[in-house]
């Protein structure tokens, strides 16, 4: 059984960096993709970035682009959220979702939380002065 555990949130001043953390366990497929999404209260949950294990291509939102750095350690099965010059409209519930096709479509359907097979359970991050 496939679960992710993340780590990493927490309470950080506007321009500051986190770096979250998700650890990839019970895995047994060759490759998949891992997307990170994120829900802040009363809004609905948008996905972020996604990369994928197969062929490493990465993708972005706009919101996080150039901002947000998402990277993978083979060696320790767990992929990382680098955030830095965080907004307040940062602020938000951040989880890791995995799927096991290992594709990024470069569409909508990468930020589809539907595809994804087993998810975090989410860190919170709160980026305030």
């Known amino acids: 059984q496939v679960q992710l555990v993340e780590s990493g949130g927490g309470l950080v001043q506007p321009g500051g960096s986190l770096r979250l953390s998700c650890k990839v366990s019970?895995?047994?497929?060759?490759?998949?993709?891992m997307g990170w999404f994120r829900q802040a209260p009363g809004k609905a949950r948008e996905g972020v970035s996604c990369?994928?294990?197969?062929?490493?291509?990465?993708r972005y939102a706009d919101s996080v682009k150039g901002r947000f750095t998402i990277s993978r350690d083979n060696a320790k099965n767990t992929v990382y959220l680098q955030m830095n010059s965080l907004k307040p409209e940062d602020t938000a519930v951040y989880y890791c979702?995995?799927?096991?096709?290992?594709?990024?479509?470069?569409?909508?359907?990468?930020?589809?939380?539907?595809?994804?097979?087993?998810w975090g359970q989410g860190t919170q991050v709160t980026v305030s002065s």
């Open positions: 979702a995995l799927d096991r096709s290992g594709d990024i479509y470069y569409s909508d359907y990468d930020w589809d939380a539907g595809r994804y097979d087993a």
């Open positions: 019970g895995f047994t497929f060759d490759y998949y993709t």
């Open positions: 990369l994928s294990t197969r062929d490493g291509g990465l």
